[in-house]
T-cell receptor, first 115, second 109 residues
Framework: KAGVTQTPRYLIKTRGQQVTLSCSPI?????VSWYQQTPGQGLQFLFE???????NKGNFPGRFSGRQFSNSRSEMNVSTLELGDSALYLC??????????????FGSGTRLTVV | QQPVQSPQAVILREGEDAVINCSSS?????VHWYRQKHGEAPVFLMI?????EQKGHEKISASFNEKKQQSSLYLTASQLSYSGTYFC??????????FGTGTRLQVFP
């Protein structure tokens, strides 16, 4: 079966612009989480969605937002990009609540570079 | 608060064993372990749901000490394919899956 699909794979944006990243979870998975990965900070939790509802949010500024659609696909948006937003953004989906059934399956990520 | 893993890095010869520890300052409900190879996405290894639980598949196993808020990952008779960065990830009172600081493991022939 298809894995978690993230698009685009690579993105270069200019400071001040905004960006939208997309994530298609594994079919049947209703939980989608987003993480930011950088060499210095590791994997940082952004937010989690379950059945179109945001369950929780990490310690990121309001410029970071997301949503989940009825088909479980999710998008995250970053407005007014800063150089420090350059990172690998990972999406993960799980079959059950909180990954209790079989953990989370990650997508390959979107590499965002802000110049 | 981010769980702390130790050691930060491990270098092994094929066939050697390693233990990776993960500690949290907060109460834990469950522990996940993931492995990420360079340039790839993290891959789920296992989840431990109860204090005292131990799990394993093949030569990789883990334990979860709920009272001490710790988990350990055991790699025995390491293989080249075990190389990568290992992360613990904890569900606790914050109701978020928080990843640990990571442990880089390198296995050489």
């Amino acid at each position: 079966k298809a894995g978690v699909t993230q698009t685009p794979r690579y993105l270069i944006k200019t400071r001040g612009q905004q960006v939208t990243l997309s994530c298609s979870p594994i079919s049947g998975h209703r939980s989608v989480s987003w993480y930011q990965q950088t060499p210095g900070q590791g994997l940082q939790f952004l937010f989690e969605y379950f059945s179109e509802t945001q369950r929780n949010k990490g310690n990121f500024p309001g410029r970071f937002s997301g949503r989940q659609f009825s088909n479980s696909r999710s998008e995250m948006n970053v407005s007014t990009l800063e150089l420090g937003d350059s990172a690998l953004y990972l999406c993960a989906s799980s079959l059950g609540d909180r990954g209790l059934v079989a953990g989370y399956t990650f997508g390959s990520g979107t590499r965002l570079t802000v110049v | 608060q981010q769980p702390v893993q130790s050691p930060q890095a491990v270098i092994l010869r094929e066939g050697e064993d390693a233990v990776i520890n993960c500690s949290s300052s907060k109460a834990l409900y469950s522990v996940h372990w993931y492995r990420q190879k360079h340039g790839e996405a993290p891959v789920f290894l296992m989840i431990l749901l109860k204090g005292g639980e131990q799990k394993g598949h093949e030569k990789i196993s883990a334990s979860f000490n709920e009272k001490k808020q710790q988990s350990s990952l055991y790699l025995t008779a390491s293989q080249l394919s075990y190389s990568g960065t290992y992360f613990c990830a904890l569900w606790g009172t914050t109701d978020k899956l928080i990843f640990g600081t990571g442990t880089r493991l390198q296995v050489f022939p």
